[in-house]
């Protein structure tokens, strides 16, 4: 939802005058504010970072890299048995093989993950 919606909402359905006035000032005052104030963050950050709070790439792919790509079974066996089934669902068949040629030797070791 968002404010100027729920303010309308409210004034519509014949809501004390004096809360809709002051929530319109809310309003008008919270939107500009918030977004000056996220120019003012991305103009005033090292330019290099800038790239880091937007991406095209998904979750998921990003989920399915972690787990081809890691090394260490704690992080691999956390984006597995952590996340919903659904994210890795793509490489369900990969990541079978994986428990099955570990289990027993999890069962012996009992890792803290």
Do not use: Q
């Amino acid at each position: 939802g968002s404010l100027p919606a729920a303010v309308k909402f409210y004034e519509g359905e014949g809501g004390d005058n004096r809360i809709v006035i002051l929530a319109w000032r809310l309003v008008y005052i919270l939107i500009p504010s918030t977004l000056i104030m996220v120019c003012f963050f991305f103009l005033t950050i090292e330019e290099t970072y800038r790239k880091t709070f937007m991406s095209s790439t998904r979750g998921k792919d990003l989920l399915i890299k972690r787990i081809r790509e890691t090394k260490d079974e704690g992080i691999k066996a956390g984006a597995i048995f952590g996340n919903s089934k659904h994210l890795w669902k793509s490489i369900e068949e990969e990541a079978r093989d994986w428990v099955e040629v570990n289990w027993s030797k999890w069962e012996e070791e009992k890792p803290k993950w």
